[in-house]
């Protein structure tokens, strides 16, 4: 059972701190020798906004504390900040009795987490002073179904889902999860344009607003299912003793989903014992690793962030006692912001170098050794084919990008007196899960098709096939070379040039 907040000792700040470890350890499952006070719970931790919110509300429900005081957004950017905000809070109402907490205890003495929102649309009715007003039943049902999509894209608890909350500062719902939703929302509508301008839209009822002049007047809202990419086929392994990979050591950052996931996948079928690296997706990575020795494979999974030192340190020390070395490292892991320049801060620019950039060289020369010592080994980094071309919103990620493709023909020149080569995988626009963060994702897929000869975008299978050949033993003279993988999406015009502006 929780302590009374206002027991004595219970609210001194070393305890509340202790507690607040706590409530992170049971939401995020990280041991908690790293939830310490000071570590920056996104950019050190990789606890991303949705398990932020999740931690707020578990905080919330062990302190008692009333909903328009949790702890989260800008004031909360580390644990010793939370409990500093939870300390406040305590002693503002200890003027004020408070009521007893009467959370369900667990072995931990830490409420459990918040229940994921459901997956299906809700539409019960929500009871918020602006709902119960006088609104049409169209209304209503537009807010909740615009919540419940929130809840489902970010699964925040609905309840934590207020309709004046700003987005981003007060929820910590980031533009690139807000063009995620705002991509499903317009499915979920079923509208052809989203609400503009996107860019001014900070809270729900803003957007709910902006919907509703878009739907038509008496048109019920459409309730299109909702489908989520999956990449992976599980498959089972071939029983050939000659897979190209056999008795090799690959690590695939950045795996637990997407196009590494695939990869990962792929280098286990062709006998590689593969190491799994994920970091805001954590239980992703696991199951990646998981599903590799299901299926008959040999996999590690790996936490921690390529941007963060320390962590790379742990990684590549854990690799090296676990499997004895290393011989293919993909470079997959990436961050940058989806979004025109004016919607890019600095902190995103430093966020998308340290990932593409430093990350990437601190793998490299990590793995260097690791790779000498068994007489080489080779390199792929990933690309954009936008990082030579224009394409409107993908600034961020195609100026870092073009650095990526930089560093991997400097990495083949100083690596290769120890026999390793570094390639890289240029990829276009591929079908799965980033394709639907642009905010006008249908529209321009259905550009991007138009102007691919063929017509047809590349899967991760197809960014896999090639990864797998530079890996390989048949691409031993193909060195610092930049491999396009775009199905010649980059070398037409046409679907490149910003949308032309509504008259
Ligand atoms: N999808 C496309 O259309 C496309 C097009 C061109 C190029 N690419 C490139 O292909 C690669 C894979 O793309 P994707 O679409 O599958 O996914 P993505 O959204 O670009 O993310 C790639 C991976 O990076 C990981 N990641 C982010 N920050 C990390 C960090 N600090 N440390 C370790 N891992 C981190 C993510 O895992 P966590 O959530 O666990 O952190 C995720 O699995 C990327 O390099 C991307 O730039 C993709």
Not at 230 to 259: C, E, N, W, Y
């Amino acid at each position: 059972m929780s302590a009374h907040p206002s027991q004595q000792g219970a609210s001194a700040p070393s305890n509340i701190l202790e507690r607040v470890r706590q409530c992170a350890a049971s939401v995020t499952r990280y041991p908690l020798d790293i939830l310490t006070g000071e570590a920056q719970l996104e950019d050190e931790l990789g606890i991303d906004s949705v398990k932020l919110a999740e931690i707020a509300a578990v905080v919330g429900r062990e302190f008692n504390l009333p909903p328009d005081r949790l702890p989260r957004g800008g004031k909360a950017p580390t644990l010793g900040a939370i409990a500093g905000l939870v300390t406040q809070v305590l002693g503002e109402s200890r003027a004020a009795p408070v009521p007893v907490a009467v959370a369900p205890s667990t072995p931990a003495g830490v409420s459990p987490p918040m229940p994921v929102a459901p997956t299906a649309p809700v539409s019960a009715p929500v009871r918020t002073g602006l709902e119960m007003g006088a609104r049409a039943d169209a209304g209503v049902e537009l807010e909740s179904r615009v919540r419940a999509v929130f809840a489902r894209v970010t699964r925040y608890p609905e309840d934590l889902l207020t309709l004046h909350a700003d987005l981003e500062d007060e929820l910590g719902i980031d533009s690139v999860k807000q063009a995620e939703v705002m991509a499903v929302l317009m499915k979920e509508l079923g509208l052809s344009e989203g609400p503009k301008p996107a860019g001014r839209l900070r809270t729900m009822a803003a957007i709910c607003e902006a919907a509703r002049a878009l739907l038509p007047s008496a048109a019920p809202v459409a309730s299109a299912p909702v489908s989520r990419s999956v990449h992976v086929v599980a498959a089972p392994l071939p029983s050939r003793l000659d897979l190209p990979f056999v008795g090799k050591v690959a690590l695939v950052t950045g795996s637990g989903k997407g196009i590494g996931k695939v990869i990962a996948t792929r280098l286990a079928r062709a006998g590689a014992t593969v190491v799994v690296n994920s970091f805001h997706s954590r239980e992703d990575g696991e199951k990646t690793a998981r599903d590799i020795v299901e299926a008959g494979g040999k996999a590690l999974h790996l936490w921690g962030s390529v941007a963060n030192e320390e962590h790379l340190e742990r990684m590549f020390s854990t690799l090296g006692e676990k499997l004895g070395g290393l011989d293919l490292l993909v470079c997959n892991a990436s961050n940058g912001l989806i979004g025109p320049f004016d919607r890019i801060s600095p902190r995103d620019w430093d966020k998308a170098f340290r990932t593409c950039i430093t990350g990437t060289y601190e793998c490299a020369m990590r793995a260097r050794p690791l790779m000498a010592a068994r007489g080489g080994g080779a390199i792929v980094t990933m690309s954009t084919s936008m990082s030579q071309r224009y394409m409107h919103d993908l600034g961020c990620q195609g100026v870092v990008k073009a650095g990526v493709e930089s560093l991997t023909r400097y990495l083949a020149a100083e690596l290769a007196p120890d026999g390793i080569r570094a390639n890289c995988v240029s990829a276009g626009p591929v079908h799965g899960d980033l394709l639907g963060m642009f905010p006008d994702a249908p529209e321009r897929v259905a550009r991007w098709e138009a102007a691919t000869p063929g017509g047809r975008l590349c899967t991760a299978d197809d960014v896999a096939d090639v990864t797998e050949l530079l890996l390989g033993p048949k691409t031993q003279r193909v060195n610092g070379a930049i491999w396009v993988v775009d199905a010649g999406l980059s070398g037409t015009v046409d679907g490149l040039l910003p949308a032309p502006r509504p008259s």
